[in-house]
């Protein structure tokens, strides 16, 4: 069945990047995606890629797909305090259903 | 407006009662979902249903039971409460195939 896994914790320091990794199963993928979830709300999508795309830039997110590893990445520039969250990676296939990894807490130290 | 909103957002109750959470979106969306969220974050898919009908369901007990009265509710109804359903419970909703819209959560204590 379906596996997306990533590790479970991140720590890196204020203006530092930061790079969360994720991996997955299901070849059949069609979109995977990065969501963010602050302390007591709901996740929000913070970016997506297409299956048959390399990479995607947004502002300070850079998203790298390596479809032959099923690898999934997401890099965040000059990580603020703000962007202490948990992060989401998840794949959807055509089947509807989407499978979330185990979500990495990022902490941002001043 | 919220996009996608479920009620309540807090749930204290006693083992063995019967809760209902409710979920609406007004996105014009065809497909709504639950998810639990236990304490270690851990989030996993209960149900999902495309146009009223149920598409997905894992492996969930039949204490839980959803209810799809039109494309833009999905309530779920929980019989004989344990204290393992103390979780986060998420609605969402997307178009087929895309993208999760998800609600701010409905956190269930079981005492």
């Known amino acids: 069945g379906e596996d997306v896994e990533q590790s479970l914790f991140l720590s890196v320091r204020e203006g530092d990047s930061s790079v969360i990794n994720c991996t997955y199963t299901?070849?059949?993928?069609?979109?995977l995606y990065w969501y963010k979830q602050e302390p007591g709300a709901g996740l929000q999508l913070l970016t997506y890629?297409?299956?048959?795309?390399d990479m995607k830039q947004d502002q300070r997110l850079t998203v790298l797909l390596n479809k032959k590893d099923k690898h999934l990445s997401l890099r965040i520039a000059d990580t603020q305090t703000g962007d202490s969250a948990i992060y989401f990676c998840?794949?959807?296939?055509?089947?509807?259903?989407?499978?979330f990894g185990d979500g990495t807490t990022l902490t941002v130290k001043p | 407006d919220t996009a996608v909103s479920q009620t309540p957002k807090y749930l204290v109750t006693q083992m063995g009662n019967d809760k209902s959470i409710k979920c609406e979106q007004n996105?014009?969306?065809?497909?709504m979902y639950w998810y639990k969220q236990d304490s270690k974050k851990f989030l996993k898919i209960m149900f999902s249903?495309?146009?009223?009908?149920?598409?997905i369901n894992e492996t969930v007990p039949n204490r839980f039971s959803p209810k799809s009265p039109d494309k833009a509710h999905l309530n779920l109804h929980i019989n004989s409460l344990e204290l393992g359903d103390s979780a986060v419970y998420f609605c969402?909703?997307?178009?087929?195939?895309?993208?999760?819209?998800f609600g701010s959560g409905t956190q269930l204590s079981v005492l």
């Open positions: 969402a909703s997307s178009l087929t195939n895309e993208k999760l819209f």
């Open positions: 299901d070849s059949s993928s069609t979109y």
């Open positions: 890629i297409f299956s048959n795309m």
């Open positions: 998840a794949e959807s296939t055509n089947a509807g259903k989407s499978t």
């Open positions: 996105l014009g969306h065809d497909t």
């Open positions: 249903y495309n146009n009223k009908e149920l598409i």
